[in-house]
């Protein structure tokens, strides 16, 4: 997870990506979350309204299938988030679990959402 409006942003993209190589494991399937896309301007230097908005704002370089765009504080993109974690890894939609243990459906909100484990 990136904070898109960092101005590191890009040195802590490339940091993980190191770390990653180095584990040996940049490899694996993974998606790039670049969040606080809700801080982001249109080029008139208006707030984005929303997440079309913001999708509209992001560079075309960081626009891929393995990036996905949210704001946590807004809750754009979090629907889309678990769906893409789901279907890149399907066994995080095994593992997610409530507070009692039970399997909760990917619409949960992500506060009530833990690791089994």
Known sequence: MIDITDANAAEQAEAVEQTLTA???ADKPRLTV???VDRLTTPMGQPVA??????????????HD?????S???GWGLDELRARMAATLPEYSRN???????????????GEQRAAG
């Open 23 to 25: 584990l040996h494991v």
């Open 96 to 110: 997610v679990v409530g507070p009692t243990g039970a399997p909760l459906p990917a619409e949960t909100p992500v």
């Open 72 to 74: 946590a504080e807004r």
């Open 34 to 36: 670049l969040n606080k």
């Open 50 to 63: 929303c997440l079309a908005d913001a999708v509209t704002e992001v560079d075309e370089d960081e626009a």
């Open 66 to 70: 393995d990036v996905a765009l949210v």
